[in-house]
């Protein structure tokens, strides 16, 4: 590939020009699939005379074509880089590394042989690159030994989270033996030229980069377990961990950003976590060095000042010395009174106060501010190291501890009632050492769940928290105003229901307050007590929220009508959470809902952003229509008036609507038609079946459920008159064919099919053999446990709507003994059927098929007896609990939205029966089987004797004593 063309086109990728640009890039992009273009564009860096900015440009398209090449294709075809261009490359890229390089493409030539390694280390040459790497830690140019030092830890850093397995420490021991001793002989060397008074800045500036980076690898190294090597030289390392944490502060160092931290603080962060995997995982080893770290650590944070670059060193300080002090062994490191008293006094007290950087915070980016707040993100603030170090000293000297703090609390709040305007920090920080103090056990979501006993919960509330809530200005004193919602969202467990209808009515109140951090919280708070249980019971029942329901509802739309609210979370899930919580209370305000939601449906349409926003957003309509109209079915016709319109736009939107919403759409377009009565299917509905059927709409995955759930609430409601029409009735059998040959998604096929032949059993039947050959290719192609499960559910409704003979003859008619051969697959190893319903179904379908086919002990012996072993195996299986619809909420928002098809919640489907007339599949079993009995002599001579037992307990539970 000739590198001048290559240069011109980088080049003209830099132009002003956009259409030289376009025309350049598409050029390239056609000679990507060209052997050699990788290794092309790489000795570009070689080359001399060529502009910075193209070498650059070259760097940066090959790392971004090999992170989209580099990894296989999804269908299995082959990708822009053959295996031949691959090994070249790989060793190529890498000897690069250790070469001088301009600057401005170290990055991106160390981010390409990352993502070659993310995919393929350590197989391939990586057994002669990785050395040949390692072997330049001595070399004496710093640039080459940080890149060989960024490239391991590229490479590396996934220890940190692999599961343990043998083959992943093979790996590890592999490059143990590879890189332990020239990693160690390098961290001496820099910890050397320091203990030598090395003030040169610019190779200060180096030997911390290195050693920066040999922090990383030794937390990566030492992750999974602690390797026989650095156990043996556990001495050297920890002696210079030491002196570089005591290393003083270098002026020409110091980070030129307010908040983030310079090299030395990130090197002494990165020391510390080092320290705690020791601590933590290899506490017995550990033992002769953890008092000389407790010291050091300790003097460290003492003489940090509050900037926000310290944070983070601080922090993982903090979270050190609580792990140290949480351990029995260590106990009597902070036993002396004297001890706890300055580690309260100097190293908690003072990483409590609320500053000015908290201040800003909490004025202009309100969701940063309740992000690490609340929501537990904030592992890395001084906040949270404070608690938890806290907590840890409470783990052992609770007593002396919450002593040594209540007369700080004390003094806190006096220092406020003091002066209230000018002292409000006190009191803020005095609210939060008596959290941090109260909390032993908490549950993200859930609030505490074991407290101090020696802090009385109700009391500081009643003094200190509900009097802050109680001031009639809800704009004055914000951020004691966020603690009280916050004390009160912590303690909610705790707080009566007397507390809570105190704290209700302040909450929606508040949800007008200007600070949006005050006005979040109220709304999150009120979000949560609405869920909260006493037993069994909620606290605030459906009633009880019904007569609240106008002013809350009217406070949160018009608190999101503000131009910095337009997609606030908490404000959307409070508003989903009263409408399921009121349920059927809320219908005389439920026209406001409609308006306020179908309105900010067709705002959010326009440009989608937030992902939790708009799930709550379609959550909250799914449970209006869900409990409106299961109240009062009639009420659907409001809710088909107002959200058709946003609807269609979502769907067709720019010819391809919009993409994301489209799962939520027809989630909800398929409550909203079961609302109706059978027959009753008006003019929109008809108009949008045609376009259920598109197959572009079912290339995507997360359409599939929604869709599949829409249909069969057409065929539900209308069946009867839909499938009279061939076209549709076949297009829909095509949709079924589609899912049938997808392992993902073939269960949706049956639950379509399964719907048609419900609703119109003598329509379908003509396409019964055709349906029978799909899932009979399938088998034969593909067989799975779950396709075995659907394909048996269906053959047990079709024996319920044809009975077992037409199956027989049906299976037979397509091939001699097919019957027995596909009976033969599906009963042979019956695996879990999780909803009770598909339990009953192939219940009732084997029963009839034993009990009303004639032929069957005839002919076809063996397969009776699989199916009696069939059933009784059914019988025995175990139900698998649906979780409650708070545990689903929760599982979503773990996972998000984006990915796959996010189930509306409140969007139930209900469930079909096709067996509704029989109530006890094993009652009906034991009788249909006595009925056979009567006309078969010793039937019981038939059943397999390793079932017959489990027979007669079915029978005698019928009040059948025994078979005739």
């Given at each position: ?19 030289v ?22 000795s ?88 040949h ?52 002989q ?18 200060l500036?180096?030997?911390?980069n ?23 030289n ?20 110091a ?9 030395i ?19 017995e080893?550990?033992q ?108 052992h ?69 509900l ?9 004055q ?8 919602l ?17 704290i ?18 109220a ?8 869920i ?27 608190a ?28 005389p ?30 959550e ?6 869900r ?25 067709t ?58 249909l069969q ?11 009279q ?7 829909m059998?095509?949709?079924?064919q ?94 879990s059927?999780?909803?009770e ?43 698998v609990k ?14 998000g ?41 010793n ?26």
């Amino acid at each position: 590939m000739d590198p001048a063309t290559l240069i011109q086109l980088l080049s003209q990728t830099l132009s002003p020009e956009a259409q030289v640009r376009k025309t350049a890039e598409a050029h390239l992009k056609q000679l990507e699939s060209q052997p050699g273009f990788a290794q092309a564009l790489l000795s570009l860096i070689s080359l001399p005379d060529v502009a910075p900015t193209v070498l650059q440009a070259s760097a940066l398209y090959l790392m971004t074509f090999v992170r989209r090449e580099w990894p296989p294709s999804d269908d299995g075809s082959p990708t822009k880089i053959s295996n031949t261009d691959r090994q070249d490359l790989r060793t190529k890229v890498a000897l690069t590394l250790v070469q001088p390089l301009p600057n401005n493409v170290e990055s991106p030539i160390c981010e390409t042989v990352a993502e070659i390694g993310k995919l393929d280390f350590p197989a391939g040459q990586w057994d002669e690159i990785l050395p040949h790497l390692v072997s330049h830690l001595g070399s004496s140019d710093f640039k080459i030994v940080t890149r060989v030092l960024r490239t391991c830890h590229e490479l590396f850093k996934r220890y940190r989270h692999e599961g343990k397995s043998d083959q992943l420490w093979l790996e590890i021991k592999k490059v143990l033996d590879v890189i332990c001793q020239p990693l160690t002989q390098l961290f001496q060397q820099c910890v050397q030229l320091l203990q030598g008074g090395q003030n040169d800045l610019g190779m200060l500036t180096n030997v911390f980069n290195v050693l920066r980076f040999i922090s990383k690898l030794f937390y990566s190294l030492n992750f999974q377990d602690l390797p026989e090597f650095f156990e043996d030289n556990m001495k050297d390392w920890f002696t210079g961990f030491s002196f570089l944490l005591s290393y003083p502060a270098v002026p020409g160092l110091a980070s030129t950003d307010e908040d983030k931290p310079g090299i030395i603080e990130e090197l002494k962060t990165q020391i510390v976590e080092n320290v705690e995997i020791y601590a933590t995982k290899y506490d017995e080893e550990f033992q002769p060095y953890v008092g000389d770290f407790v010291s050091t650590v300790w003097t460290l944070l003492v003489g940090l000042d509050l900037r926000m670059v310290n944070d983070v060193l601080i922090s993982v300080s903090m979270k050190f010395l609580s792990c140290v002090v949480e351990r029995p062994n260590h106990k009597p490191l902070f036993e002396d009174p004297n001890t706890l008293r300055s580690i309260c006094e100097k190293v908690v007290v003072p990483n409590m106060l609320f500053r000015d950087c908290d201040e800003e915070l909490f004025e202009d980016n309100y969701e940063e501010y309740i992000r690490r707040d609340v929501e537990g993100s904030d592992v890395d603030t001084r906040r949270r190291g404070a608690t938890d170090l806290v907590r840890g000293l409470c783990t052992h000297f609770e007593e002396p501890v919450t002593q040594i703090f209540s007369g700080y609390i004390q003094h806190l709040l006096q220092e406020a009632a003091q002066n209230p305007a000018e002292n409000w920090k006190s009191k803020d920080a005095a609210i939060f050492l008596v959290t941090s103090l109260a909390i032993k056990g908490k549950i993200q979501g859930k609030g505490a769940t074991s407290t101090n006993s020696s802090i009385n919960i109700p009391d500081f509330f009643n003094t200190s928290i509900l009097p802050e809530l109680q001031i009639e200005d809800v704009n004055q004193s914000s951020v004691l105003k966020a603690d009280a919602l916050k004390f009160a969202l912590n303690f909610r467990s705790q707080l009566s229901k007397q507390h809570h209808l105190a704290i209700l009515p302040l909450a929606v109140k508040h949800l007008t307050a200007t600070s949006l951090v005050v006005m979040s919280y109220a709304a999150y708070y009120i979000e949560r007590v609405l869920i909260l249980k006493q037993g069994n019971e909620l606290f605030f029942s459906a009633a009880e929220v019904g007569g609240f329901a106008q002013e809350l509802l009217t406070n949160l739309f018009q608190a999101m009508s503000r131009p910095d609210c337009t997609e606030n979370e908490y404000l959307m899930k409070a508003i989903m959470r009263t409408i399921s919580a009121g349920k059927a209370a809320l219908t005389p305000v439920m026209a406001l809902v409609i308006d306020a939601l179908s309105t900010k449906m067709m705002e959010v349409s326009k440009n989608p952003g937030k992902a939790k926003f708009n799930h709550y957003m379609f959550e909250a309509m799914s449970g209006a229509v869900r409990f409106t109209c299961e109240a009062t079915p009639a009420a659907v016709s409001a809710f088909e008036e107002k959200l058709f319109p946003p609807f269609e736009a979502m769907l067709t939107i720019n010819e391809v609507g919009i993409v994301e919403f489209q799962p939520y759409v027809f989630q909800i377009v398929a409550q909203m038609l079961e609302a109706h009565s059978p027959g009753d299917m008006s003019g929109p509905y008809e108009a949008l079946f045609p376009f259920l059927l598109k197959s572009d709409l079912w290339e995507s995955g997360a359409n599939t459920s929604p869709l599949v759930r829409l249909l069969q609430a057409y065929v539900d409601i209308n069946g009867n008159a839909i499938m009279q029409d061939k076209t549709k009735l076949e297009g829909m059998l095509g949709i079924f064919q589609k899912l049938c040959a997808s392992k993902t998604y073939d269960h949706e096929g049956f639950k379509l099919v399964g719907s048609m032949l419900l609703s119109a059993p003598e329509q379908v039947k003509a396409y019964i053999p055709a349906i029978l050959q799909v899932c009979m290719t399938r088998l034969s192609k593909l067989k799975t446990v779950k396709f075995i499960r659907g394909t048996l559910w269906f053959m047990c409704v079709l024996i319920g709507k044809f009975g077992g003979t037409y199956i027989i003859q049906a299976l037979n008619g397509m091939q001699p003994g097919l019957f027995d051969m596909l009976m033969n697959r599906l009963l042979i190893d019956i695996d879990s059927f999780p909803k009770e319903v598909e339990r009953k179904v192939v219940a009732v379908g084997l029963t009839k098929l034993l009990t009303e086919t004639p032929v069957m002990m005839q002919n076809h012996p063996n397969i009776w007896k699989l199916a009696m072993a069939a059933v009784i195996k059914v019988f025995d299986l175990e139900a698998v609990k649906e979780e409650d619809e708070e545990n689903q909420l929760a599982e979503l928002e773990a996972k998000g939205y984006q990915a796959k098809f996010a189930k509306l919640v409140y969007s139930s489907q209900r469930e079909s029966d096709p067996f509704a007339e029989v109530q006890n599949p094993r009652t009906y079993f034991s009788k249909q089987l006595y009925t056979v009995g009567q006309q078969v002599p010793n039937l019981s001579a038939q059943i397999p004797h390793e079932v017959l037992p489990n027979v007669m307990k079915c029978l005698q539970a019928a009040g059948i004593n025994a078979l005739p």
